[in-house]
């Protein structure tokens, strides 16, 4: 196994590598090294290769259904071409990683612009934990003269909020930081709520950073707007067929090193929001009910779900 696949494998179980996004480009990046020291002298000795590196990643935490939809699809190329030369599949490996990485870029662009449309001048913003995509959105309604003010939590036991609060400042954006327990105390002072989200399902119910289900419920009591912003390619295509996304249960020594041996601590990473919770998604097509993503996805899409 390429060394570097072991090493991008490790890094996203320590969660050295964060946010689905940034998970699913180390692996596309991970694959196209992969791809480009190959010393495979068959296209099926090649493809072999690829769908090792696969069970390797795709182990490395199991609710990141963007990093596997990228995965497959890089290897539905490589097995739907009609190229033998296994020189000839390492340039089609190297193009797929690219154009994807690319087709990544505009998504995060084209929901930056979407979402920024959702914030007014002067509203205050709550957010959870820490996602790339809810943050480049702030970014362009700053660049667009927006002000507006972001009380984000510290999202225990990693402590991803810190990121946040750090772009926050960085943007020049008022920030209020808050243990996730003092949520309800400010839900009714923030015009709306911004998270991200790890997948999709195929009923519409979100999965992200543990914690959020409950922010979505605070918010629905207090009467404020509660969107995901996410690709679509998050979409998790084995929900549709009776699958469950997953919820990855972490060690015990995130939550207490020091705990007493014979106490039982839990450290489930993700918890599932569900879709009446939503007022929307937040994706590349626009803003959508969380009803109707299977059929969008059906539409932009299609090859997930072969």
């Not at 490395?60 to 699809?73: F, I, S, Y």
């Not at 190297?94 to 959702?118: D, H, M, P, V, Y």
């Not at 979100?206 to 969107?227: C, D, S, W």
């Not at 097509?285 to 899409?301: F, K, L």
Request: aromatic share 8%.
């Amino acid at each position: 196994m390429n060394e570097t696949v072991r090493e991008t494998a490790e890094k996203i179980r320590r969660l050295q590598v964060q946010g689905a996004r940034n998970v699913a480009i180390a692996a596309i990046n991970a694959y196209q090294t992969l791809a480009e020291s190959s010393q495979a002298k068959t296209r099926r000795a090649f493809i072999a290769e690829l769908c090792e590196a696969r069970t390797l990643l795709f182990a490395a935490r199991e609710t990141e259904p963007l990093m596997r939809n990228a995965v497959r699809w890089i290897i539905t190329q490589v097995e739907d071409s009609d190229e033998r030369n296994p020189i000839e599949l390492i340039h089609l490996v190297t193009k797929c990683s690219q154009n994807f990485q690319r087709s990544l870029a505009a998504s995060k662009e084209r929901i930056a612009e979407i979402g920024a449309k959702r914030i007014r001048d002067g509203s205050t913003i709550f957010t959870h934990c820490h996602s790339s995509t809810v943050t480049h959105m702030f970014a362009k309604a700053k660049e667009e003269g927006k002000t507006f003010e972001v009380v984000c939590t510290e999202t225990r036991p990693a402590f991803q909020g810190r990121i946040t609060a750090k772009e926050m400042l960085g943007l020049g954006v008022k920030t209020t930081f808050i243990v996730e327990s003092a949520t309800r105390s400010f839900m009714h002072d923030v015009d709306l709520v911004f998270v991200g989200a790890d997948a999709i399902t195929s009923e519409g119910n979100i999965v992200n950073k543990i914690g959020t289900a409950a922010i979505a419920l605070l918010a629905r009591e207090a009467r404020k707007p509660f969107y995901a912003v996410t690709e679509l390619l998050k979409f998790d295509p084995a929900t549709l067929y009776g699958e469950y996304e997953k919820i990855e249960e972490r060690s015990r020594d995130e939550v207490w090193k020091e705990a007493p041996a014979e106490l039982t601590v839990r450290n489930p990473a993700f918890d599932v929001t569900p879709r009446d919770l939503i007022h929307g998604l937040i994706c590349e097509e626009g803003i959508v009910s969380p009803q109707s993503v299977a059929e969008v996805m059906h539409r932009v899409y299609p090859w997930v779900f072969e």
